[in-house]
């Protein structure tokens, strides 16, 4: 056996930056180094840092520590901290501004094979294979009949569609929250199927289009440059990561089959979806085409000056991605590559049924109900799955709940007292 | 200096590929005439995640930019080369510099650099017959270039791909460039190379799209591959700033609109070079706009402001960009109605980075300042008011000459108490009005049959220079006065259908009784049914300032609280701006929209 | 106040209890609920007669127990007898 | 399910929601206050009509909200639409 942190072929086994922050911290050596290092990189002058012995002492020490390969977890706790550590140490150490910069976060292993699976047990329908109906409004109909997934979507619509004022059309800042909350907390089973949906009209294809509510969440009243935008992301953590993290997974590579790197389409479709968690770098379809999908984060390449080669190359990684667009007609269709991965996925074990037991009973099969099976029939507190009641001869029980604090309304008379109202 | 034609190079490493194995041809372009050329390798390998790693492989000629495999790669080097690299390729950088003398180590940094990725592939090179034709002739790289405007000529790139040339002796291999007519480069049939002819003018033509075409002929077999062959020009700040139809002057003239923020005038000066928006600051310090004066009134009242945006010029036919600098004159402070004065106000621009002649313009503004006069039109108001209307009825508008045309100019409104014991009706004015709105203040005095014609004195005053103007207002009460209903709600909004709404009165009604609207329309529409004060006021979308003191008089354009059915809220999330079917509310509480089409009795209550 | 006998419940006693009801309209606490029950009801989308699409005007909470001696000189207590508080349910 | 333009509101949409409702009698849960309150009425002791003397039968919690894409592509929100738990009042 290979020591502790150590793999069979002797490299280190990554681990997350706020764990290895805390290994740092409780070994001295490497915690005086740690803020050395971060001491010569607050003067943002890398070269001086090269140049001061102290410093490459520094980063040697800490080369050899678990912070110099550490990594995190998209949707992790204290994701953001693990971020800020990440960047502590890798922004000083490049050499200035790279276009693509490595992905602080750990490698998907799960595959869109999966999601399939559990989006058909979740939601009792394959998500490709009624090819007549409108996949988009099929994903909504699923969206709204998940507890969660239905609270977080009305969560940012309701969010994203209230006007301010006459001159603030929305609050771009809670919308763009809102619609992290969602991606982050619902399964990507239903929000892979809200996003990436297989359209053969207009109509479903402006629903999609829809989805993030581009109206707040994307449009603006000017397009700014792209290398603004992308300069704007990277001084946030949060944005830069998802930024690099889709850079990563769904930059075009020639050497593989899909054009995908590690032709993991689910690595590159959960890193699209990490960038839409609220930026002013979100990405959405620029139009509401069946046929071609374009996408585009809200930018330009007007007046990049000598940097439009630079601009457009950026621009193209997402309006011109063989790889993103792969992975999004493979979901839409419900196919995946069948590579054989080379670490196969851990087996999935299926979530318990995590829908709470819904809190009225659905009589499914009332017969006087004409209407649809999921009304309910007993005015009763919840009951799950009780006794069959014989309908004709017992009338169904109301019995009362805890009570409804309601406010009082002003046009009535809350104290009709016997003496006052004169008999 | 010198500089690369590309910011990138990439190529593929196979494992145990010889020593000596040639994979690169890096170019550099002169910035002038007779400059040496020398490359270097500084610093190590950069690994994945900024990890770096003594270079034992690779090494570069120092003359011809060839780069090649100094030692072989075996397996044992690839996994310590891809530790922490989780894809089954491994991507490495190298820093390629540049400099016109022979290379000090301390100048890594601060020379000019090219950046190369190596794609370390865990296989050994695939044999010459397994490569397709496109393997053989170009990289995955694109053929992508940029060069310098007003740079001497040079050999820019190498079509044949080394490594191919040195493994597939025995493959011919031939490159054509396919141009336009007149295009100023050369391919050179026995190097390969491709290089600028002539100095380019990227206010000329700053793209320019070719083709490399690749003929791989084994025995018999002819293979033929073309990519596309793009080479962009970089511009140089080398033109200097002028006016599009020669206009440097423009009127600037100030009477209503006197309000800060105010764009009096704009003028438009050309610039044919590029000028980035990115960053933003550093850009809009290149071209400046100052007001030449020494008089401090000038320098206090009016500040120049500067956008500039990106057009296209297209000289004999190609589309170049060039840049469109916009210059406006504007009100650096409310201006007072007396000011009065005019004066030619001059803006200097400077293209502070051009360095040859008349890198300057002088712009003109005439600038005339009227006085405008607060007074009423010569007339006199006289509104008549029915005796049945109620408090918050809105009687009429008062409004000084052109009060409409006004910016910046704060009249204010008073209704000077008459001399009578009869005082129906004041004045309000919202923040954003500039008229005055008269409403029935007090019901009660509409009933006394005393009052029946009450002159008022309206006096309207401008803030800043406290000058004020009069007139009169007489307000006639008429018509007799009508049977108060019982048990009438105190807003109309309640009433859902037309017989309960004209039956009965509420806030705001002008003639003792509501207004029934009729909408018509499917779905949620903004011309839903509902019951008014006044049609004309309420709904209109907006909650104006007499409809704002009292929730009852128009909760349709005011009410901020639930509205229960298919709604569409209003501006700010204040009213109903649509509806389905009949609208009506409860004020203070919920509003709702519904069709009214259901008759049947549900469960009243006593069942 | 009422007195005992007065309650209708059988007891005969003449001590006196407060006695308060609720009463008034609830067309304001309609919610969307009502509305589109009103509306599937009317299109016989849903059959179930006992079904209720207006809020009701009820107590919220009761006062507490009152207790009595009644004529026959035996103690009893009612609960839920009076409204404290009312509202639309 | 319902889809929501059948909700009766006045939206047009195809997307569908849950719709629950409460129904069935509240015999069980009268208390002493309705007795009490019908017999007085039936003697005319209470002279109000808008007064109800038995439990009805209504949500006590409502679903949350509801989002949805209507055929214009205008997104609304609709809150208390679906009850979630029901009981007498």
């Given at each position: 056996p290979s020591p502790p942190g150590q793999d069979p072929h002797g490299w280190r086994v990554p681990v997350d930056c706020v764990?290895?922050?805390?290994?740092?911290?409780?070994?001295?050596?490497?915690?005086?180094?740690?803020?050395?290092?971060?001491?010569?990189?607050?003067?943002?002058?890398?070269?001086?840092?090269?140049?001061?012995?102290?410093?490459?002492?520094?980063?040697?020490?800490?080369?050899?520590?678990?912070?110099?390969?550490?990594?995190c977890k998209r949707g992790m706790k204290k994701e953001l901290q693990c971020l800020q550590i990440y960047w502590s140490i890798h922004l000083g150490l490049t050499e200035g501004e790279e276009f693509y910069e490595a992905s602080p976060y750990e490698p998907v292993t799960s595959r869109l094979s999966d999601i399939f699976r559990l989006a058909s047990i979740f939601s009792g329908m394959d998500p490709a294979t009624n090819s007549k109906s409108n996949h988009c409004l099929d994903a909504a109909k699923a969206c709204n009949l998940n507890d969660n997934c239905k609270r977080l979507r009305s969560g940012y619509i309701s969010t994203c569609s209230k006007e301010i004022s006459a001159t603030e059309h929305c609050s771009r800042r809670r919308c763009h929250k809102?619609?992290?909350?969602?991606?982050?907390?619902?399964?990507?089973?239903?929000?892979?199927?809200?996003?990436?949906?297989?359209?053969?009209?207009?109509?479903?294809?402006?629903?999609?289009?829809?989805?993030?509510?581009?109206?707040?969440?994307?449009?603006?009243?000017?397009?700014?440059?792209?290398?603004?935008?992308?300069?704007?992301?990277?001084?946030?953590?949060?944005?830069?990561?998802?930024?690099?993290?889709?850079?990563?997974?769904?930059?075009?590579?020639?050497?593989s089959l899909t054009s995908c790197p590690g032709d993991n389409y689910q690595a590159c479709l959960g890193s699209y979806a990490g960038l839409i968690a609220g930026f002013d770098m979100t990405p959405n379809y620029v139009d509401a085409s069946p046929t071609s999908i374009t996408i585009s984060p809200w930018c330009s390449c007007k007046g990049s000056g000598n940097m439009e080669e630079e601009c457009e190359k950026f621009l193209h990684d997402f309006t011109e991605n063989p790889c993103l667009r792969n992975a999004i007609q493979a979901f839409g269709n419900g196919t995946d590559v069948n590579l054989s991965p080379k670490n196969p996925s851990p087996p999935i074990t299926l979530p318990p049924k995590t829908e709470k037991s819904p809190a009225l009973p659905d009589d499914i099969n009332d017969s006087n109900t004409m209407?649809?099976?999921?009304?309910?029939?007993?005015?009763?507190?919840?009951?799950?799955?009780?006794?069959?009641?014989?309908?004709?001869?017992?009338?169904?029980?109301?019995?009362s709940e805890t009570q409804l604090t309601t406010d009082i309304m002003p046009d009535q008379k809350t104290f009709v007292d016997q003496k006052a109202g004169g008999s | 200096g010198l500089y690369f034609p590309r910011k990138e190079y990439s190529e593929n490493v196979y494992i145990d590929q010889p020593a000596g194995t040639p994979l690169l041809r890096i170019h550099a372009l002169r910035d002038s005439r007779g400059e040496a050329t020398h490359f270097h390798l500084c610093q190590n390998l950069i690994v994945s995640r900024a990890r770096s790693h003594e270079n034992h492989w690779?090494?570069?000629?120092?003359?011809?930019?060839?780069?090649?495999?100094?030692?072989?790669?075996?397996?044992?080097?690839?996994?310590?080369?891809?530790?922490?690299?989780?894809?089954?390729?491994?991507?490495?950088?190298?820093?390629?510099?540049?400099?016109?003398?022979?290379?000090?180590?301390?100048?890594?940094?601060?020379?000019?650099?090219?950046?190369?990725?190596?794609?370390?592939?865990?296989?050994?090179?695939?044999?010459?017959?397994?490569?397709?034709?496109?393997q053989l002739c170009f990289t995955e790289m694109d053929l992508s270039f940029h060069i310098k405007e007003n740079k001497p000529p040079g050999t820019f790139h190498q079509l044949q791909l080394p490594s191919v040339h040195h493994l597939c002796q025995n493959l011919s291999i031939s490159y054509k460039l396919l141009a336009a007519e007149g295009m100023p480069f050369r391919y050179n049939e026995n190097t390969t190379g491709v290089s600028v002819t002539q100095r380019l003018d990227r206010e000329e033509r700053e793209r320019y799209e070719l083709i490399a075409k690749c003929t791989v002929r084994e025995g018999f077999r002819e293979m033929q591959v073309e990519v596309p062959f793009l080479v962009n020009v970089l511009d140089e700040d080398d033109?200097?700033?002028?006016?599009?139809?020669?206009?440097?002057?423009?009127?600037?003239?100030?009477?209503?609109?006197?309000?800060?923020?105010?764009?009096?005038?704009?003028?438009?000066?050309?610039?044919?070079?590029?000028?980035?928006?990115?960053?933003?600051?550093?850009?809009?310090?290149?071209?400046?706009?100052?007001?030449?004066?020494?008089?401090?009134?000038?320098?206090?009242?009016?500040?120049?402001?500067?956008?500039?945006?990106?057009?296209?010029?297209?000289?004999?036919?190609s589309q170049v960009r060039g840049t469109q600098h916009e210059y406006k004159l504007v009100l650096n402070k409310s201006i007072s109605v007396t000011e009065h004065r005019s004066f030619q106000l001059d803006v200097l621009v400077?293209?502070?980075?051009?360095?040859?002649?008349?890198?300057?313009?002088?712009?003109?503004?005439?600038?005339?300042?009227?006085?405008?006069?607060?007074?009423?039109?010569?007339?006199?108001?006289?509104?008549?008011?029915?005796?049945?209307?109620?408090?918050?009825?809105?009687?009429?508008?008062?409004?000084?000459?052109?009060?409409?045309?006004?910016?910046?100019?704060?009249?204010?409104?008073?209704?000077?108490?008459?001399?009578?014991?009869?005082?129906?009706?004041?004045?309000?004015?919202?923040?954003?009005d500039r008229w005055g709105s008269v409403y029935v203040n007090d019901s009660s005095v509409l009933r006394r049959p005393e009052c029946k014609e009450i002159q008022y004195t309206i006096q309207a005053t401008d803030k800043q220079s406290r000058k004020h103007t009069k007139t009169l207002l007489t307000v006639v009460l008429e018509g007799t006065l009508l049977k108060k209903e019982e048990d009438c709600p105190d807003s109309c909004a309640v009433s859902k259908h037309q017989a309960e709404c004209e039956e009965c009165g509420g806030l705001g009604v002008l003639t003792g009784r509501c207004q029934w609207r009729q909408g018509s329309g499917k779905g949620i529409t903004t011309n839903y049914s509902t019951c008014t004060p006044s049609i004309k006021?309420?709904?209109?979308?907006?909650?104006?300032?007499?409809?704002?003191?009292?929730?009852?008089?128009?909760?349709?354009?005011?009410?901020?609280?639930?509205?229960?059915?298919?709604?569409?809220?209003?501006?700010?999330?204040?009213?109903?701006?649509?509806?389905?079917?009949?609208?009506?509310?409860?004020?203070?509480?919920?509003?709702?929209?519904?069709?009214?089409?259901?008759?049947?009795?549900?469960?009243?209550?006593?069942? | 106040e009422v007195s005992v006998s007065e309650l209708g419940l059988g007891y005969e006693s003449d001590e006196t209890v407060l006695f308060r009801y609720c009463s008034g309209t609830c067309e304001a606490a309609v919610r969307s609920y009502d509305l589109s029950l009103k509306s599937m009801r009317s299109r016989r989308r849903i059959k179930k007669e006992k079904v209720r699409a207006r809020p009701c005007c009820r107590p919220l909470a009761y006062d507490d127990d009152v207790s009595f001696l009644d004529a026959y000189n035996r103690y009893y207590t009612v609960n839920e007898l009076s409204a404290k508080e009312c509202g639309c349910v």
């Open positions: 764990r290895a922050n805390e290994l740092c911290a409780a070994e001295p050596s490497c915690s005086s180094r740690y803020r050395t290092l971060r001491q010569c990189l607050a003067g943002r002058d890398r070269n001086t840092m090269l140049a001061n012995k102290e410093c490459q002492a520094a980063l040697e020490v800490l080369q050899e520590s678990p912070l110099y390969d550490c990594r809102a619609l992290r909350q969602f991606f982050d907390r619902v399964p990507s089973e239903y929000t892979y199927r809200l996003l990436f949906c297989s359209c053969k009209d207009q109509a479903c294809a402006e629903r999609r289009r829809q989805t993030i509510v581009p109206s707040c969440s994307y449009e603006d009243k000017e397009k700014p440059n792209c290398l603004d935008l992308r300069n704007t992301c990277r001084t946030d953590h949060l944005c830069r990561s998802r930024l690099a993290d889709f850079h990563t997974n769904c930059q075009a590579s020639f050497q209407y649809d099976t999921s009304v309910i029939t007993t005015c009763t507190s919840v009951q799950e799955h009780g006794p069959k009641l014989n309908k004709s001869r017992e009338q169904s029980l109301c019995y | 690779f090494q570069i000629r120092e003359k011809t930019g060839l780069l090649y495999l100094s030692k072989s790669l075996d397996r044992e080097d690839f996994n310590m080369l891809s530790v922490g690299s989780w894809m089954p390729l491994s991507k490495v950088m190298l820093y390629v510099f540049l400099s016109s003398h022979p290379f000090q180590e301390k100048e890594c940094d601060s020379a000019m650099r090219t950046t190369v990725f190596l794609s370390l592939i865990n296989a050994t090179a695939p044999a010459c017959s397994s490569l397709t034709a496109r033109s200097p700033p002028f006016l599009p139809n020669g206009t440097d002057t423009a009127d600037a003239v100030v009477e209503f609109n006197r309000k800060e923020g105010t764009v009096l005038a704009t003028l438009t000066v050309y610039d044919a070079d590029t000028t980035p928006i990115y960053p933003l600051e550093s850009s809009r310090k290149k071209y400046t706009g100052t007001i030449i004066t020494d008089d401090p009134w000038i320098s206090e009242t009016f500040r120049v402001e500067h956008i500039f945006d990106e057009i296209h010029f297209s000289p004999n036919g400077n293209d502070t980075e051009f360095h040859g002649p008349e890198r300057s313009v002088m712009l003109h503004f005439n600038v005339s300042i009227l006085p405008v006069s607060i007074q009423f039109p010569n007339m006199t108001y006289q509104f008549t008011v029915n005796r049945n209307a109620e408090r918050f009825a809105q009687i009429g508008k008062i409004c000084i000459e052109n009060c409409m045309k006004f910016r910046g100019v704060n009249i204010t409104y008073k209704l000077l108490s008459p001399n009578v014991s009869c005082y129906p009706v004041s004045i309000l004015q919202g923040r954003e006021t309420c709904p209109d979308g907006t909650c104006d300032v007499i409809e704002s003191k009292d929730a009852a008089v128009c909760p349709q354009d005011c009410t901020s609280g639930n509205i229960i059915g298919g709604h569409g809220k209003g501006i700010g999330n204040l009213g109903i701006k649509s509806g389905h079917g009949i609208c009506y509310c409860f004020p203070r509480q919920n509003c709702y929209c519904e069709k009214d089409d259901i008759k049947e009795q549900l469960c009243d209550d006593v069942c | -």
